[in-house]
């Protein structure tokens, strides 16, 4: 059966800080691999998907980053951290095409002060 | 810009009725749909996903769809207080290997 990881579960961070998030999935092929992030009561905003290994394509401009160096793996960076960063960091897989259904990872809870 | 629409809510319904939660989208072309729970805190979790007009039974769940309308619905029936949670409709953005989804709406079931 397939797993995803995120870590960490939890992180705190000042301005101006730099960021690494990781998120894995066991038991899948070729997934498409994509990185959310949901603020406080909001909703979820869909901040890079990537379809193969060095395939990204970012949704919102900011100044965040994705890279996917293995196929089963997705890692959102930043090099200086807002306070608008703040939220809770979710990845998600799917297999195209076969149920297009996304299943998510536990998420990461990212506070920026 | 394709777009998902929910009611923000709460819809507050008490246990053991029906909720009924409801969820309109703009592209016309969109042939897959979902529903999510989130509880506060955690991720998503997949309910059910429907392609086909019509209803589609999942034990307490049902989601209906109707694409003439770009109406999608999820009844829960006997509301228990575990059911309250946000729940989030998603659509499949066609032609981009993505989901939209919508802001949620936010559930309450009280004893």
């Known amino acids: 059966s397939q797993t995803i990881h995120q870590w960490p579960a939890t992180l705190v961070q000042p301005v101006g800080s730099p960021l690494s998030l990781e998120c894995t999935v066991e038991g899948t092929s070729n997934p498409n691999l994509y990185w959310y992030r949901q603020a406080a009561g909001r909703g979820l905003q869909l901040l890079f998907y990537?379809?193969?290994?060095?395939?990204i394509s970012s949704e919102v401009p900011q100044n965040l980053s994705a890279s996917r160096p293995q196929d089963r793996q997705f890692i959102l960076s930043s090099k200086k951290l807002l306070l608008s960063d703040s939220g809770f960091y979710l990845c998600a897989w799917s297999v195209w095409l076969a149920e297009d259904t996304q299943y998510f990872g536990p998420g990461t809870r990212l506070t920026v002060l | 810009q394709k777009e998902v629409e929910q009611n923000s809510g709460p819809l507050s319904v008490p246990e053991g009725a029906i909720a009924s939660l409801n969820c309109t989208y703009s592209d016309r072309g969109s042939q897959s749909f979902f529903w999510y729970r989130q509880y506060s805190g955690k991720s998503p979790e997949l309910i059910m996903f429907i392609y086909s007009n019509g209803d589609k039974e999942d034990g307490r769940f049902t989601a209906q769809l109707n694409k003439a309308s770009q109406y999608v619905s999820l009844l829960i029936r006997d509301s228990q207080p575990s059911d309250s949670a946000t729940y989030l409709c998603?659509?499949?953005?066609?032609?981009?290997?993505?989901?939209?989804f919508g802001t949620g709406t936010r559930l309450l079931v009280s004893p």
């Open positions: 990537s379809v193969g290994i060095g395939q």
């Open positions: 998603a659509v499949v953005d066609t032609g981009f290997q993505k989901l939209v």
